[in-house]
């Protein structure tokens, strides 16, 4: 069973329910991270404030560290990537870091964007609904 690694913010609530499809569609859909909740990021950060710390020192830190090494395994372990738009900048960061080491990653827009941008022709494709995603994903 291929196993693909859903990319999106902790703020979209249609992770879970693109999940769900994929899922029933037979893939072992990745989505996991999205349990730390829509504020997660805003957590950690007040709590690395009030430990008076810069933002490299948060980084530096055993809760990101902790953060990323979950993430890049689940990454690297997974044969694809799907970005689930809207998406932010670490999203983006996790779709580069697929598509660099050659797995077929893929965007999944909730509309058409109001500006193109040239590059997400790196990935494999882009698409505008769960079933056509299913849909390319059974054609590698």
Known sequence: MKSIYLIG????PVVPE???R???AGYD???DWYAAGPTADDCWQAYED???HTYDEALDG???QHVVA???HHLDRCDYGVLIMPAGKSGHIELGYMTGQGKPTFVLFDKTPERYDV???LTWGICFSVDALINRLARL
């Open 9 to 12: 913010s902790l703020r979209n």
């Open 18 to 20: 693109v999940g769900r």
């Open 22 to 24: 994929l899922r029933e």
């Open 29 to 31: 859909a990745f989505d």
């Open 50 to 52: 009030e430990r008076g």
């Open 62 to 64: 055993y809760a990101a």
């Open 70 to 72: 979950f993430d890049r």
């Open 119 to 121: 590059m997400y022709a």
